[in-house]
């Protein structure tokens, strides 16, 4: 137990969480320029022990939102470049020869990136599948296995990845089970004139202005097991379980525009991730039981990535959006 969980009960530890997202939203916004939503759900992933997939065209400040958000969060940080010659030792760590004191060669393990608390997977389609696995069993375990010796990354542990949907010629499309390791498809709009008037005021001139930490590693910690303790209504739970069944074009009782349009559905972590995902956000906004209002703030980025949409889907025109549109009516 840490000094936070023996200072606050659980309900005082849910309104400092409120207290200090709305310290983080004031110092992110130093740097960022909109993207308010973008910001609250990735905090909302980090809070359900989740990773993030970004999507958006150059220059949209994907890198700069991650890096801010480290600072602010006061957490280790680490990009990793994903290009088609990179290879899995370059994520997980590599083994080098040296001498011991004595004199005798020994093998010794020398960490890679992904020994962070923040990790940046840019550009994560560019990169052969052998390497995107090396990311796997990091996202799903927390652990990276070199050479027989299993090592624990240290917590929190966060993985945010992005794709450029512009240029795909030269990528490696990351296959369903990969994908299904990222709570959240997050994807990023230009921004509005008067946002982008804010931009070039704030980064054409010489003046950096100065973050201040708001979280500390052993707070995100305790942050995380409070959104576990949050206590969830059957009917909210009911209503997760029936919609993500729905989406199964298998069953029987689906609708019929999702046997006509979907190849496969979502699977059970799409459950688990709106039933975390709904707890983390209400939270946040300073209440402690998820309403189906709740549950429907984080259904598109848990559903977005989730459902494969079939040949009559391209015939017809229709897309994810639609569908999930159509679901929640």
């Known amino acids: 137990m840490t000094d936070n969980q023996k200072k606050y009960s ?3 530890l849910a309104k400092e969480l409120s207290k200090k997202y709305s310290l983080l939203k004031s110092e992110m916004a130093k740097i960022i320029v909109g993207y308010e939503d973008i910001i609250e759900q990735i905090m909302v ?6 990773h993030c997939m970004l999507i958006g065209v150059p220059g949209l400040a994907k890198t700069l939102i991650v890096k801010t958000l480290s600072e602010v969060l006061d957490l280790k940080f680490s990009r990793i470049q994903f290009t088609p010659d990179l290879m899995p030792s370059d994520i997980t760590g590599t083994e080098i020869l040296e001498s011991d004191f004595e004199g005798k060669r020994v093998f010794k393990f020398i960490k890679g990136p992904v020994f962070a608390n923040m990790i940046l997977a840019d550009e994560i389609n560019r990169t ?11 996202m799903q375990e927390h652990k990276v296995t070199a050479a027989g010796i299993t090592y624990t990354l240290d917590e929190p542990f966060f993985v945010l990845a992005t794709q450029n949907p512009i240029e795909q010629e030269g990528t490696y499309p990351l296959p369903e089970a990969q994908l299904d390791r990222f709570m959240f498809f997050l994807w990023l709009d230009y921004p509005s004139f008067k946002g982008e008037l804010e931009i070039i005021d704030k980064t054409t001139t010489s003046y950096i202005p100065e973050i201040n930490k708001v979280f500390s590693k052993d707070e995100i910690i305790d942050f995380q097991e409070l959104i576990k303790k949050v206590p969830v209504a059957d009917e909210v739970a009911d209503y997760v379980v029936k919609l993500v069944s729905k989406t199964r074009p298998q069953l029987e009782h689906s609708p019929k ?17 709106l039933i975390l995902g709904s707890k983390a956000y209400c939270i946040l906004q300073g209440r402690f039981s998820p309403t189906i209002e ?9 559903l977005r990535h989730r459902l494969i949409l079939n040949f009559n889907a391209d015939a017809d025109n229709v897309n994810i959006l639609e569908i999930i549109k159509r679901l929640t009516e």
Do not use: C, H
Not at 128 to 138: I, N, V
Not at 264 to 273: D, K, V
Not at 294 to 302: A, E, Q, S, T
């Open 128 to 138: 052969p599948p052998k390497t995107q696995s090396a990311m796997l069993e990091a």
């Open 257 to 273: 525009f999702i046997k006509d349009y979907l190849n496969w559905g979502a699977g059970p972590r799409a459950s688990q991730y």
């Open 294 to 302: 709740d549950v429907n703030k984080v259904i598109l980025p848990v």
């Open 45 to 50: 992933s980090i809070l359900s022990k989740g």
């Open 10 to 12: 659980d309900s005082e």
